[in-house]
T-cell receptor
Framework: NAGVTQTPKFRILKIGQSMTLQCTQDMNHNYMYWYRQDPGMGLKLIYYSVGAGITDKGEVPNGYNVSRSTTEDFPLRLELAAPSQTSVYFC???????????FGDGTRLSIL | KNEVEQSPQNLTAQEGEFITINCSYSVGISALHWLQQHPGGGIVSLFMLSSGKKKHGRLIATINIQEKHSSLHITASHPRDSAVYICAAASRGGSQGNLIFGKGTKLSVKP
């Protein structure tokens, strides 16, 4: 099993551009999460999903959108990139609430 | 005040030392997680516990529910233990077991 795979690993965007961060997992997990990690801060939840077709906002959802059309994929979309969205983004999944989360390797995003 | 506080923020130890990292939380929890973030950035789950103590190799995690406190211990530390250790609380009142993360403790073990 590959686990949780995120692409790309690094990306530089210009202000106002859009992009999609990809996340896929091959463990058939229902729960999936998107976090951002800023220097000196704890991870913050952006969006989460409890299963295909179901998504909900986390603590910091503004400026982002998600979809969950399949169990495997949970892409994160930035529509109008802003410098405040410069961060490291992590995707995670878990089988159930009684299990730990499995994390991807992260995407380092810079917006200039 | 953050809902999950870790101490210390930074810790330098000599190889072989016994290490303790502390985590205090202010919310009612269903579980407490300890995570390790490697220097390359990847995050791995170490422990998930709701009571008592868990041990895996040289790592031990304990939790005191009444005092809202958890500790992560590393015995016989080694330079390969150098990483950021993150405590996260699954709030009992939170939706879908979502986690509240501490800011992490950066551990450096010198040979």
């Amino acid at each position: 099993n590959a686990g949780v795979t995120q692409t790309p690993k690094f990306r530089i965007l210009k202000i106002g551009q859009s992009m999609t961060l990809q996340c896929t997992q091959d463990m058939n997990h229902n729960y999936m999460y998107w976090y951002r990690q800023d220097p000196g801060m704890g991870l913050k939840l952006i969006y989460y999903s409890v299963g295909a077709g179901i998504t909900d906002k986390g603590e910091v959802p503004n400026g982002y959108n998600v979809s969950r059309s399949t169990t495997e994929d949970f892409p994160l979309r930035l529509e109008l990139a802003a410098p405040s969205q410069t961060s490291v983004y992590f995707c995670a999944s878990r089988d159930s609430l009684n299990q730990p989360q499995h994390f991807g390797d992260g995407t380092r995003l810079s917006i200039l | 005040k953050n809902e999950v506080e870790q101490s210390p923020q930074n810790l330098t130890a000599q190889e072989g030392e016994f290490i303790t990292i502390n985590c205090s939380y202010s919310v009612g929890i269903s579980a407490l997680h300890w995570l390790q973030q490697h220097p390359g950035g990847g995050i791995v789950s170490l422990f998930m516990l709701s009571s008592g103590k868990k041990k895996h190799g040289r790592l031990i995690a304990t939790i005191n529910i009444q005092e809202k406190h958890s500790s992560l211990h590393i015995t016989a530390s080694h330079p390969r233990d150098s990483a950021v250790y993150i405590c996260a609380a699954a709030s009992r009142g939170g939706s879908q077991g979502n986690l509240i993360f501490g800011k992490g403790t950066k551990l450096s073990v010198k040979p």
